[in-house]
């Protein structure tokens, strides 16, 4: 059996290593907060001090935090990924990040003899939960087909892309469609509450026509009822969003549309609203 390592139980990541363990894997976990490890450790993970910890007792390690600068530190920084790092490991980051740090974390892993893969989810709390999430992975390719039983935990879907930067560019495209969806349709939400309309009325027209998704049914529910308890963080989804703007400046790729929905979220955030789930972004069109 594989020995599995998990480190960031957040949101995503602690749903995601539970269905590890649920799965029957042999599971040791980390998180910068240690107590967020005792519900895994009654599940059956172990826990450990240290990211290298982490590492060295696992044969394949995953990885979910924040953003960028949250995989560094976890790749980089004191008792780091790379402090446990040997030769034949695998390090598999399932974070939204770039791809110019996903290649530099895939070079230093590489360096101590290890193999790495980006495999980034499309998903939120819900899916992460039930095991429902897309993985979007490049990288070492018998890394990925090493990885299949611990993805198929994890998701529905799992897709390898080709080399790295192709799983990060991917993620970004597919986060940053998904806000200005969420920009553009909180922004007609508001419009018809400044008409008298029942936004009731429009959500069943909007749920039988084209545009009918089930992003737009769960939370135009939830926004009705004022409740925008976070299943994707609003700051996370901001992130995205900048990180996908700097993919097309590289590219010099013109994304107009893009760039007002960060505006937006943008907004929201100095309003206040970065813990809230990305659809609070609705509180910004209606001010």
């Known amino acids: 059996m594989q020995k599995l390592g998990f480190l960031g139980l957040g949101i995503m990541g602690s749903a995601m290593a539970r269905n590890l363990v649920d799965a029957g894997h042999d599971v040791t976990v980390w998180n910068r907060s240690s107590a967020k490890c005792d519900p895994l450790v009654k599940a059956g993970a172990r826990q450990a001090d ?7 007792a696992s044969d394949i390690t995953f990885a ?4 960028p600068e949250a995989s560094s530190e976890l790749c980089f920084g004191p008792d780091g990924v790379l402090e446990g790092m040997e030769k034949g490991k695998g390090y598999v980051d399932m974070s939204t990040i770039d791809l110019e740090t996903s290649q530099i974390i895939e070079e230093a892993v590489i360096g101590e003899g290890g193999r790495y893969l980006e495999a980034p ?16 992975a490049a990288g070492e390719r018998s890394l990925y087909e090493e990885a299949l039983p611990a993805f198929d935990a994890m998701g529905k879907m799992s897709l390898y892309l080709g080399d790295v930067g192709s ?4 993620k970004l495209v597919v986060n940053m469609i998904m806000g200005t969806m969420m920009a553009a349709f909180t922004e007609g939400m508001s419009l018809a509450e400044k ?33 925008f308890s976070p299943a994707f963080p609003l700051k996370h989804a901001q992130k995205d969003i900048r990180l996908a703007l700097l993919l097309g400046d590289l590219l010099g790729h013109g994304m107009p549309t893009t760039a007002a929905a960060n505006e937006v979220f943008k907004r929201a955030r100095s309003m206040g609203l970065d813990d809230n789930d990305f659809s609070a972004v609705f509180k910004a069109s209606q001010s």
């Open 167 to 170: 799983g990060a560019a991917m």
């Open 64 to 67: 979910c935090v924040s953003d």
């Open 50 to 56: 240290t990211p290298a910890a982490v590492v060295s």
């Open 195 to 227: 008409a008298g309309l029942s936004t009731q009325d429009l959500l069943a027209i909007l749920d039988a026509g084209a545009i009918s998704n089930p992003m737009f049914r769960v939370k135009g529910a939830l926004m009705q009822d004022d409740e």
């Open 121 to 136: 989810v499309s998903g939120s709390k819900t899916p992460a939960i039930n095991g429902n999430l897309i993985i979007l």
